[in-house]
């Protein structure tokens, strides 16, 4: 089982950058793939970013290829997220999830990713 906490959003202006961090709890934080999700108002959620358990492969939505670069530390339990060029499509609570088989199936469905943080706020003024 594993226990993430999300962190490092907050209000920033078109073509800010920002770095995401997720914090995990549980010594085998190393053997899940991580994702990242958002949800803006009245959306459904959506897949921003996947990186396999050892950061072997990664996956980005078209919306966020080239801006947006996911990793992970697993010394630390910790994985990122660092949004460049931020726009304000791109306002939104963010969330990591984990999960010891999206990475191998429907990585971008929300409904495989087992664990949940509670969010973080990002949003981009124009």
């Known amino acids: 089982q594993v226990q993430l906490a999300e962190s490092g959003g907050g209000l920033v202006q078109a073509g800010d950058s920002l770095r995401l961090s997720c914090a995990a709890s549980?010594?085998?934080?190393?053997?899940?793939?991580v994702g990242w999700f958002r949800q803006a108002p009245g959306k459904e959620r959506e897949f921003v970013s996947a990186i396999s358990s050892a950061g072997r492969n990664m996956r980005y939505a078209d919306s966020v290829k080239g801006r947006v670069t996911i990793s992970r530390d697993d010394t630390k339990n910790m994985a990122y997220l660092q949004m460049n060029n931020l726009e304000p499509e791109d306002t939104a609570t963010y969330y990591c999830a984990a999960s010891v088989t999206a990475l191998g199936g429907d990585t971008m469905n929300p409904r495989v990713w087992g664990y949940w943080g509670q969010g973080t706020q990002v949003t981009v003024s124009s």
């Open positions: 549980g010594r085998t934080f190393s053997i899940y793939g």
